[in-house]
């Protein structure tokens, strides 16, 4: 009874006297005693070095063996074998080949087992075979007998209704054949049938969210009949559960329905049920919370509907920015990927609204982030800031400039081409505006002093990354853009960089839309004629 | 964009899109947050009639041969304000899709005869007639083929007295970023031509936006 408890010390089998007693406790007659020897197992192999010492020492064999015995020896000896296969490539192939395949054999026999525990503890065992070796198990029928049998285990009042949900969950998830065989044996609707059961314990509860989640995580189609079944408002009450656990796995399901484009432009989600208890919930004590409310924000941002306003009027906006500056990078992370998308083709109210919020500082020392992946939701954010309006532009000028001088230090400093591609598409949608921007970019492009420093656009131009070769390209097409009266001025400015020549020796890119772009620019700078001369 | 029933019509019959190795371009010019405006031309025996037409990608996964967006019909006759529909497209990369489109009423016959009123379909007709252009590798080829199938009116209701019944058979250039297209609905008037061109709203360039589902 004591390893049944998380408290209970753990057990360091990769000293020797300790695998030597665990060994003498599974080789046991006495199945209290086996018992003992697979609750050490469970409480205590984390690791892949124990799991490995465990395979050494000949424990797969030894709990293949126990799968013969008692109830009680056969599910400890399935729930210790499902935890030394976890991830653990090894140890499925030796569980695969022994005795011919009669071991799996023998597990896949369990399913149909009378004992429910027994039932779960097989497919679970099979599930992390699957998941840890995707070579086995892909037969359709056996893939359809675990939807069908795990959906059916949902029905146990008891413990194993509670972990049916969490099994059928690692069963399905970032796999969409078997999301569509689930979808196919109406997971939905089972699952939300469940769902609408009163007093549901906050386990069940967070394990059949969890299950939806997954069904929806790549699925048009189970994002529709979830949606069809009114299933959004059962979800968004449980954004206000004691529980946080409950509440977590609320946002994680909405944060896969809300994937739905299609939905997302009909308006389904921007709406007085889901979007004042999320923000509510970005002030929740649990960061795993706020996390998960900050993520189906940052989805159900993306609204074409233009119903933005709502996330203003809740102090949505106000507690984003805040966010954007916490302690935690992954919150900053968040919180800023959050905006992006909410900057996202909005309207200059909006924008402005939310760069009132933000301030030019802040936003200015988010780019310079001391974490990479930071700095490039910043700067996106910029991106999309810059897009659109052409007003909307004359706000990176704001407090000298600061916003402009911030990217291209980091065009000149960061080392990741996400950071300079995202960077580089803010430097181009200005020089897409007035020709008051377009020579604010020369200047950040090319250095005023001839000091022999190479422009970094050279650098990216040369690029191995093509989306990076198509974002610079863009910003010289819009610098020279004909209209523009600067435009031959700036040409030859370009020109003396050395950037026309290197955009003329990319006239056949490998990449198509590089190769476009850039007859786009020679034909532009055809126009002026050839400012070498 | 809807447009109003007329007389016509054809058979329908299945066929399956395929498997292939292919993909088209990538192209910056057709990413989401683009926009394009045109017009439709709506002409039938009694008049000559043209909306002004707005389009904009509002979702993009090459993976899938998937795009989608709003169509925007401004000077619709019988409507109070512009009419706003969601569609979604096929792109015919010859491995989600091919050019035989399998559903919607089209047959393949059906499919040739508008590919064909796009000029940059002749190179590759030889080979769509043998299987759907299955075998053809599109990847560097300088436009792109979809069908954009409205799914439903977004500002609008049902009882509008407009139909979304057909889709479109489009042509994108990659080069410049114009769009031709065929309204096909075997009730409506045929080859209803759509023609757009990238905008650049007011700026003195292009402009390019990004968002990310989680």
Redesign the interface.
Known sequence: MIYQSKLAPKCDFLQEKNMEFLLSLLNSENENVTGLGASIILHSCESTAEQKALCHAGVVKKLISLLEGSLSQRDNSLESLATVMKNNVEAVSEFVGSESGRALSSVIGLTKDRYPRTRLLASMCLIVIRNTSACYLQDIGIKTKLVHLLLELHDDPGQVGDEAPFAFSSLISEKPDLQKLAFEANAIDKLYNHLQKSQLCPKRFQGILLALADLCSKLESCRSRFLSLQALNLVSDALTHDSSDVRTAACMCL?CV??S??N???GNFLNEMIVPPLVRLLDDPSTSVQVAAI?VL??IA?D??MRRSLFVQCGGVKQLVQLSKSMDSTVRLNAL?AL??L???ADNVCKEGIFMEFTASSLASVICDPEPFVQEQAL?LI??L?????KSVELVFTEDGMILDAVRRQLQNASTDEIWIQGM?VL??V????EFH?EAVMHQLIPQEDNGTQSFILKFLQSHESQLR??AV?AI???T?P??PGSFSRLVKLHSAGIVSQIKSMVNDPC??VK??V??ALGQFTTFGDCST | MPVRVAESSAPSQLSGSNCGQTSPPACSLLSVGQAFSGTQNVSSLQKDEAWRVNVRIQGCDLEHGYLCGTMEALNVPMADTPVVTFWEGEIVDTKNYTFFTGKWEATPEDDIRHWTKFPSFSALQSHVEVDGGKSLDLSNYQYIFMRWKEQYFVNVGTDCGLTIAGFYYVCFSCSDGSINGFYYDPNSSPFQKLELKSTNEGRQGFSFSSYELR
């Open positions: 944060r809300s994937r484009i299609k997302l432009c009909a993520s940052g989805n993306v074409f509907t990927w992006r998308n900057m996202f083709l996106a991106r999309n810059v897009d659109g309006c052409i598409y181009s949608n020089a897409s505006g007035t377009k198509t974002a863009w097409v819009n610098l853009f209209s523009s198509p839309d476009l772009r007859r786009t």
